[in-house]
């Protein structure tokens, strides 16, 4: 056994340290919340698995394991990374992760609840005090503020002093001893013990080896991730890794990395860099492709990489480096490494080796079953498909021309590089019904003052102004110069004249590259900012507003927009809103989907592959409402989310009105059914759960818009809502201002 205290001032003298081969910190707020209260309730809260051990060939964070015994922290890092988070009001050095899941704390002293702040809920409620504050400074800075209380003065000090004494308990500790104990059997035992929670990948493991050797490999690696993500390009520890294993050894799989020593990764490491760089400079200035939206296969980039470190560094000529570009494209499109990786990696490194190029082409055809083509169908997505970053691509490398002035986008008057935007060709509110707006045909990039202007107005509109302004600017777009196809009601055959004119050009550009046709008095593109305006669509709304929730609760940022393809066959199997690879907290879980359109998703095959798929937001944050009900130790409250009822709105002195909205609720319930053909068979559970007021004053504080809110809105009925009815100004007494606000 050991007191909290002195575990954490070992890790502050630099005794307990992290093997490098953990990964970071993934804990979420209501985990540290849940953490605190078992503590401060006296319950158990496990116990820690430390090594002890005097080696100095294992690479540690949190400082140097250099001379005498020191330990490290095998199992128990989510805990006591939080309660010294807490406590000590900083990460411990060892930290890497986002602080915001542990900082913030507060407590209730007459309730005895923790909470993470919020203005609406503890401004100006001296029985809210800050956790970290109460550690850091003890009760003086408070006791003032319960002057005038002496009864909560009372409760304030006894609770205060209970919760100072966290750090006097004793946490059960278990070590790991002998001189015997090496790296790869101490790994064996933390995936063993770990069963649960995040096991090691197979590049972790190989990560703590090269550690082992190189102590600051990991770091030099981060600082190159770093610099990537400064210029628009997010690549991870395990890419890096797998790329410098290919220029290493050629391989593909991370158990090569075995038989290389330190100075030889290092220098692979410097070099797979350098060919990184290179490689992403001929995507940027000759493809346009010049943020991390747009650069998809990083598989296709390690094997670039692999193609430069085979010839020198560089490529022969702009020929042959347009041809590597050809090939990246069409392996990006076609998902090529999407199933079985490392096999197809391996494969493809070989065909390299002896073939080059050309010989990658013609394995990518012979997957394909016959020449790499573009077909107008292949258009036929939605922004996150693998084809939306074609349609950025031909907007940067073409003639394209801005609505607004007719100027060539590449550059203004200047010759300053234009910001681009997103634009909606058919609005958002024009389509309401009719069709997706976020269908790649539908879109363009446009100078922000050019979209601006042009706002929600009808194409039948606008266009014919364009046209009229600027002949010819419609066709640099590819935008259909038939006046008939730019009214709404023709908007599907709109975006099949579309998809056919991307799709020749498409290929008519593919093919100058495969066949090397350089334009000589072409510069290099220089990247521009993208502007993407958030959508008024409550789809989207929802969806940005579900996952800013969840970073708020400490649970990892997902890949929005994106292709979720079948790890065996490549084949999409559906384009989800959201997507967390790797769980919601990374290595924690199964990987989940978020999907909204599911009648055009392989929701089977994704459950088959055993990841938990959620088809609508409301499902998704249930789902994640009870895992941190469960994670914090406490029952799920039907009202937890509700705003208090103020004295004037009590149910008895309401009761006529309050029976008038139950009323106007069941109304709106029926004719959303018979009117827009949208069943809201939530909103009858809601009621029955929570009663009419408190149905409505969940959708009122819930992080997002509801489903039914965005079903009605797609169908043009937005008074058939709740939140229409509240506003109905006979309702006014059952709301506060801000609810109706």
Request: aromatic share 8%.
């Amino acid at each position: 056994m050991a007191k909290l205290s002195t575990l954490l001032d070992q890790i502050d003298s630099g005794t307990i340290l992290l093997p490098e081969f953990q990964r970071g910190y993934v804990w979420n707020r209501d985990q540290v919340r849940g953490l605190m209260r078992s503590l401060y309730r006296g319950y158990p809260v496990g116990s820690l698995l430390l090594w002890e051990t005097a080696a100095t060939d294992v690479s540690a964070r949190g400082g140097t394991a250099v001379g005498g015994t020191y330990l490290m922290l095998l199992d128990g890092q989510q805990r006591i990374t939080s309660l010294y988070g807490v406590i000590r009001g900083r990460p411990p050095a060892f930290f890497d992760g986002d602080a915001k899941a542990f900082t913030g704390l507060y407590f209730n002293v007459e309730s005895e609840e923790f909470a993470f702040y919020s203005r609406s809920k503890m401004s100006g409620d001296p029985r809210w005090v800050n956790v970290t504050e109460l550690f850091q400074q003890g009760p003086a800075p408070h006791v003032m503020k319960f002057s005038d209380t002496p009864e909560l003065l009372n409760s304030y000090l006894e609770r205060r002093n209970r919760l100072q004494q966290v750090t006097k308990g004793e946490v059960h500790e278990e070590k790991i001893t002998g001189a015997d104990e090496d790296v790869d059997e101490v790994v064996d035992i933390f995936n063993r013990v770990n069963s649960g929670g995040t096991k090691l990948s197979k590049g972790d493991l190989a990560l703590a080896k090269v550690c082992a050797q190189w102590p600051t490999a990991r770091r030099t690696m981060r600082e190159a991730i770093d610099q990537w993500l400064a210029a628009g390009y997010r690549f991870t520890l395990d890419w890096l890794l797998r790329a410098t294993t290919a220029v290493a050894t050629g391989r593909s799989n991370f158990e090569a990395l075995d038989r290389v020593e330190a100075a030889e990764f290092r220098e692979a490491l410097e070099r797979t860099i350098a060919h990184t760089d290179t490689f992403l400079e001929a995507v940027s200035g000759r493809l346009g492709l010049d943020h991390d939206r747009v650069l998809k296969s990083r598989s296709s980039v390690i094997v670039a990489v692999r193609l430069l470190e085979l010839n020198g560094g560089s490529f022969d000529d702009d020929a042959h480096r347009d041809k590597v570009l050809y090939w990246y494209i069409h392996s990006a499109l076609w998902a090529r490494y999407s199933a079985t990786t490392e096999t197809t990696l391996q494969r493809d490194f070989e065909t390299l080796a002896h073939s080059g190029v050309e010989g990658l082409i013609t394995a990518l055809e012979r997957s394909r079953g016959g020449p790499l083509e573009v077909r107008p169908h292949d258009f036929e997505g939605t922004s996150g498909s693998r084809f939306y970053p074609l349609l950025y691509l031909l907007t940067r490398v073409g003639d394209a021309h801005d609505l607004g002035t007719g100027q060539r986008l590449s550059a203004d008057g200047s010759g300053s590089q234009v910001p681009l935007q997103q634009h909606n060709i058919f609005s958002t509110a024009l389509l309401r019904g009719r069709g997706k707006a976020n269908a790649i045909a539908n879109f363009c990039f446009l100078p922000p003052n050019s979209v601006r202007e042009i706002g929600n107005r009808p194409p039948e509109n606008y266009l014919a102004e364009v046209e009229a302004n600027h002949p010819g600017v419609l066709a640099s777009q590819w935008i259909p110069t038939d006046p008939a196809l730019w009214r709404v009601e023709r908007y599907r055959d709109f975006l099949t004249a579309r998809q056919e004119l991307l799709a020749q050009e498409a290929q008519k550009f593919l093919d100058r590259l495969r066949e090397g046709r350089i334009d000589t008095d072409a510069t290099p593109l220089r990247p521009v900012s993208v502007i993407v305006e958030k959508s008024d669509d409550p789809r989207a709304a929802q969806v940005r507003d579900l996952v800013d929730e969840l970073l708020r609760l400490g649970y990892s940022q997902p890949v929005t927009d994106t292709e979720v393809p079948d790890p065996e066959t490549g084949r999409t199997l559906a384009v989800a809103e959201a997507f967390w690879p790797d769980g919601l907290q990374t290595g924690q879980g199964a990987p989940v989907v978020l999907e909204l359109d599911p009648d055009s998703a392989d929701l089977t095959r994704v459950k088959e592959l055993g990841y938990e798929v959620f088809t609508s937001v409301d499902a998704l944050l249930g789902y994640v409402n009870r895992r941190n009900a469960d994670a914090a130790g406490e029952q799920v409250e039907p009202s937890s989310a509700l705003g208090e009822q103020s004295e004037e709105t009590s149910e008895e002195e309401t009761g006529p009105l309050l029976r008038e909205f139950a009323l106007a609720l069941r109304s709106v319930y029926d004719r959303a059914r018979d009117e827009a053909g949208y069943t809201p068979t939530h909103l009858l559970s809601m009621l029955a759960d929570l009663g009419p007021l408190g149905a409505a004053r969940r959708l009122l504080h819930a992080p997002t818009v509801s489903d039914g809110f965005s079903a009605l809105w797609e169908r043009g009925r937005l008074d058939l809502t709740v939140e229409a009815v509240v506003c109905e100004a006979r309702f006014a007494p059952l709301f506060s201002d801000g609810e109706l606000e």
